[in-house]
C-alpha cells in the first residue's frame, strides 16, 4: 500500500489531502465531503474562508459528528491588508470616493449584463478582524490540521504546537515556502500555477522538486493540476510525500456546487480556466466568463485587499440571486479539462490510490 512519512505524522493511511476550498458566500468543501475524504483514508479539509466564525465552529463540529478521523481547516490569512477596520459600507464608500473608475465599471457592468444592483446581505469581509475571529475558532475547537494561504504561519505556529494541532503553509514560489519554513510550519503544501484559486506563475514540475530541495527533511505535498494516481505517482517522484487536490474534488457527488457551474467544469478545457486578478485584487484561476474580458477592457489596476474583492462581491450576489451564475466567479483548474464524471469522493480516494501504484508497479519494468 501506498505510504509516505506524512502519513505517520497526520495519522492518516492514504497520501491524499483534500484541498480547502473556499468559495464566495458559502462551502464549495462541506463537512459531507471532509468526512468523505477523511473516512476513505486520507485527509479532508474544509475551506473556511468565506464562513463568519460561528458558521465556522458549527462546520467544525458536523465534520467531527460524521468522522473520527483527522480533518484540516483552511483559512486566507493575508499578510499585507488594505484596511484593518471596515464595515462592508466603510470599504463601499471608501471605493466611490477613492476609486471612481473602478465603482463605475462595476455599475456598467451591471447594466450590461442585465442585473439589477444590490449589495450583499452578509457584513464581514476578508479583514483582520475577521480573520482573527475565525483563527480562534480553530484554535477553540482544537482542529488537527490548520493550513493557513497567502499569509504568515509563523503568527500560528506556536499556539497550535502547543494545542497538539499541526499547521501546514501554502506556497507558490521557492520564496514562499522558505518563509513558511522559518516559520517551522510541519509540512509546505507547494502549489504550482495550474491550480484552482489563487495562483501564482510558476507551475507545478519546477516548483515541487526546487521546494523539496529548500524543505531539508520538512515533508513536501504538492498540488496544482493533480487529479489521478499517474499525478500522484509523478508528486512522490518529484519528492513530494503527498498531494492537495482541489479541482479534483469538484467532480466529486458531495461538493457544494451549482449545476451551472458543475456543467462549466465539465464541459471546459483546460484553456477555458484562466488566471485573472478581477476577482479578489490577487491571481485567481477560475472558468473564463464575459467579466474577465470586461475588466481586461478596463485596464484597471486591482484595488488592495479587500476591497477588490467587496467591490465584486455585490456583482457576484446580485447576479447569483438573478441566476445568472453564467457571470459568477466558478474557480477551478486547468485539469479541469481533463474530468468529466462526478463520483463519490471515498471512490475518488481509492481509485487514486490503485491507480499511483498500479503506475509506480509498472515503472519498475523500465529497469533493465
Ligand atoms: C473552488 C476552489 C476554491 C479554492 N479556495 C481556496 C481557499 O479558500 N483557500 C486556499 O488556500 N486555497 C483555495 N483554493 C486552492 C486549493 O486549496 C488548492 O491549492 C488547489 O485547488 C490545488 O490545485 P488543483 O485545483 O489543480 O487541484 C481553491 C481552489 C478551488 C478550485
Not at 515556502?177 to 491550480?195: K, M
Request: hydrophobic share 45%.
Amino acid at each position: 500500500m501506498l505510504r509516505t512519512p506524512i502519513c505517520e505524522l497526520l495519522g492518516i493511511r492514504l497520501p491524499i489531502l483534500q484541498a480547502g476550498m473556499g468559495k464566495f458566500k458559502g462551502l464549495v468543501t462541506p463537512p459531507e465531503l471532509v468526512a468523505a475524504v477523511s473516512n476513505a483514508g486520507g485527509l479532508g479539509c474544509l475551506g473556511a474562508t468565506g464562513l463568519e466564525p460561528e458558521e465556522l465552529r458549527q462546520a467544525i463540529r458536523r465534520i467531527r459528528q460524521l468522522t473520527d478521523r483527522p480533518f484540516g481547516v483552511n483559512l486566507i490569512i493575508p499578510t499585507r491588508m488594505s484596511t484593518r477596520t471596515g464595515t462592508r459600507a466603510e470599504i463601499r464608500a471608501d471605493i466611490r470616493e477613492k476609486y471612481p473608475a473602478h465603482w463605475d465599471l462595476v455599475q456598467r457592468i451591471f447594466r450590461e449584463e442585465g442585473i439589477e444592483p444590490r449589495t450583499i446581505d452578509k457584513e464581514y469581509s476578508l479583514t483582520e478582524e475577521m480573520t482573527a475571529a475565525q483563527t480562534e475558532v480553530v484554535f477553540e475547537e482544537r482542529v488537527p490540521l490548520f493550513v493557513v494561504a497567502l499569509g504568515d504561519p509563523g503568527a500560528v505556529r506556536q499556539r497550535a504546537r502547543d494545542a497538539g494541532m499541526k499547521v501546514a503553509g501554502l506556497a507558490g514560489t521557492v520564496r514562499n515556502a522558505q518563509r513558511q519554513l522559518a516559520a517551522g510550519v510541519d509540512f509546505v503544501i507547494a502549489q504550482g500555477g495550474e491550480a484552482g484559486g489563487h495562483v501564482g506563475v510558476v507551475s507545478t514540475f519546477p516548483l515541487v522538486p526546487q521546494v523539496v530541495d529548500a524543505a531539508g527533511t520538512t515533508p513536501v505535498v504538492a498540488a496544482g493540476g493533480i487529479a489521478d494516481g499517474r499525478g500522484l505517482a509523478a508528486a512522490l517522484a518529484l519528492g513530494a510525500q503527498a498531494i492537495w487536490c482541489g479541482t479534483a474534488f469538484l467532480f466529486s457527488d458531495e461538493v457544494d456546487l451549482h449545476p451551472v457551474h458543475r456543467a462549466q467544469l465539465r464541459a471546459g478545457s483546460s484553456e477555458d480556466f484562466v488566471a485573472s486578478r478581477v476577482f479578489t485584487g490577487k491571481p485567481s484561476r477560475t472558468y473564463h466568463n464575459r467579466i474577465h474580458d470586461a475588466w481586461a477592457s478596463a485596464k484597471l489596476d486591482p484595488l488592495p485587499m479587500p476591497h477588490q474583492k467587496v467591490l465584486m462581491e455585490d456583482f457576484l450576489d446580485a447576479a447569483r440571486a438573478a441566476g445568472r451564475l453564467d457571470v459568477v466567479s466558478n474557480p477551478s483548474g486547468q485539469i479541469a479539462g481533463m474530468l468529466e464524471k462526478t463520483r463519490p469522493a471515498a471512490q475518488i480516494v481509492e481509485e487514486m490510490a490503485a491507480q499511483a501504484e498500479a503506475v509506480i508497479r509498472g515503472s519498475m519494468s523500465y529497469l533493465a
